[in-house]
C-alpha cells in the first residue's frame, strides 16, 4: 500500500467538515465499520420492499475513517436460525464524482439500464434468503470526500467489508456469515474483499467470492500508454476507464504528481472526472487521442499503479466463482484470461464460466451457477 502521512493528516480534517457539511452524521469519526444512520426507503425503493439506505464509517486505503454510504436489502418472511446471511454485492464503473454510486441514492446513479440488471441481480439473491448489502464506494455516495479512488483495491474491500459491518449493527436480522459478488469494477471490488477479509475482519465468517466480468491486469496495460502510443478504438470507452482511473490516483497519491504526466487538455479532462458520473466521463472523453491526454508516458508509474490496483493472485481463504465473456470489449478477454492463468498458477480456489454476451452480462447457465455456487458456499449453518 501506498503511503502518505500529510495526505492521511488532511483527510482526517476533512471527514469531519464533509460530515458537518451534509447533514447526516456527527463530526467526530468513528471506528470502520461504525453505523453513522439506517433509513427505511419506501417499498419499490431499488424494486424490492425491504430496502434501507445505510451510511457508516469506512476505513481508506491509508487507513483514515471516512463517512461512507450504501444500501441493505432484507429478504421476506421469517428469520432462519443463525439470522439472514449475507450477500455483498459490488456495483459496476460508474464514475468518480459524489452521488454517482446509485445505491444509496438510485435515482443519481448508473444508466437506468445498468442500474436495472444489477438492482435485478439483488434481487434474485434476496429472493433466495439473503440480505444483500451494495456500498456506493468511497466518495460515490452522499458525503464529499473528493474523487473516488477508481479501482483501488484497498478501499473498495474496505467500504465492502464496512458496510457489512455496519449493516449487522443496523440489524439484528443479519448473521455474520457472508459472501462477496460483484460486476466489472463490482468484480474487482468483491475480489478484492476476499483477499483483505480475513486480516481486516476476521470476526466475520466469509464463505466465497462471484465475479462477473471483473476487472483486472489493467496496471499492466496502462505503463504502456503515451503520447505516441495510438488509442484503440476496439474497446469500449478505453480513455475514459484511463482517465478515471487517473483521477482517483491523483486525489489519493498527489505525491505521484500526476498532472506531469498529462497535457494541459489531459488535466481539464482528469479535473472533470472528479466530480463527474461515467456516462459524463465517456462523453467528454469520446474521440480523445493519447496525444491529446499524455504528455509523457505513463511507465514511471508502473510501480505505483499496481500497489494501487493490482489484484492479488494468491492468498485466497476460500472459493471463487468468476464468469467472463470472450467477447467482452471493456475487459478484453486476454485480461480474463490473465487472471485465470495467475489463479490456477497459484493454487486458487476457482471455478470458471464463459460466455460470448456483452460486457457484465450472464447467461442463464451463469446463472444457475452462480445460484448453486452460493448455495453450497453457504450450506453450513450461519453464525451471528
Known amino acids: 500500500m501506498l503511503k502518505n502521512p500529510i495526505r492521511a493528516t488532511v483527510v482526517a480534517a476533512l471527514a469531519a467538515s464533509a460530515l458537518a457539511a451534509s447533514g447526516f452524521a456527527p463530526a467526530a469519526a468513528e471506528p470502520p465499520g461504525s453505523l453513522i444512520a439506517v433509513q427505511a426507503e419506501p417499498a419499490g425503493w431499488h424494486g424490492l420492499t425491504r430496502g434501507s439506505s445505510v451510511e457508516y464509517w469506512m476505513s481508506d486505503s491509508a487507513g483514515v475513517p471516512r463517512p461512507a454510504s450504501g444500501a441493505m436489502f432484507l429478504p421476506e418472511g421469517d428469520v432462519p436460525a443463525g439470522g439472514w446471511p449475507i450477500v455483498a454485492y459490488a456495483h459496476g464503473s460508474s464514475g468518480a464524482g459524489q452521488g454517482c454510486g446509485g445505491q444509496a441514492n438510485p435515482e443519481t446513479g448508473p444508466l437506468p439500464l445498468h442500474r436495472a440488471a444489477e438492482d435485478r441481480l439483488i434481487k434474485r439473491f434476496v429472493d433466495q434468503g439473503f440480505a444483500v448489502v451494495t456500498p456506493d464506494y468511497l466518495g460515490l455516495g452522499r458525503f464529499d470526500t473528493g474523487p473516488h479512488p477508481y479501482l483501488e483495491a484497498r478501499s473498495e474491500a ?35 474483499a476476499a483477499h483483505l477479509q480475513a486480516e481486516y475482519a476476521p470476526e466475520l465468517d466469509f464463505r466465497g467470492t462471484v465475479a462477473i466480468d471483473a476487472a483486472s491486469d489493467v496496471e499492466k496495460v496502462l505503463p504502456l500508454l503515451g503520447p505516441n502510443v495510438p488509442s484503440v478504438p476496439a474497446l469500449s470507452g478505453t480513455m475514459s476507464f484511463v482517465v478515471n482511473i487517473l483521477a482517483g490516483l491523483r486525489a489519493t497519491h498527489p505525491e505521484l504528481d500526476v498532472d506531469s504526466y498529462l497535457t494541459e487538455r489531459g488535466k481539464a479532462l482528469v479535473d472533470g472526472a472528479g466530480t463527474q458520473c461515467l456516462d459524463e466521463i465517456i462523453a467528454a472523453t469520446t474521440g480523445v487521442t493519447s496525444a491529446e491526454l499524455l504528455a509523457r508516458p505513463l511507465a514511471p508509474l508502473r510501480d505505483a499503479l499496481t500497489a494501487y490496483m493490482a489484484l492479488p493472485t494468491s492468498g485466497y481463504d476460500d472459493p471463487i466463482l468468476l464468469t467472463m465473456n470472450a467477447t467482452d470489449t471493456v475487459v478484453p478477454s486476454p485480461l480474463h484470461a490473465a487472471l485465470v492463468a495467475q489463479f490456477a498458477a497459484n493454487g486458487v480456489d476457482q471455478q470458471v464460466l464463459v460466455g460470448t454476451g456483452r460486457h457484465g452480462s450472464v447467461t442463464p447457465e451463469q446463472l444457475a451457477a452462480i445460484d448453486g455456487f452460493l448455495a453450497r458456499v453457504n450450506a453450513a449453518p450461519t453464525q451471528r
Open 158 to 192: 474496505t467500504a465492502t467489508i464496512d458496510l457489512v459491518r455496519a449493516a449487522r449493527t443496523a440489524s439484528p436480522e443479519l448473521s455474520r456469515t457472508w459472501s462477496a459478488a460483484g460486476t466489472s469494477q463490482g468484480g474487482h471490488a468483491a475480489l478484492s
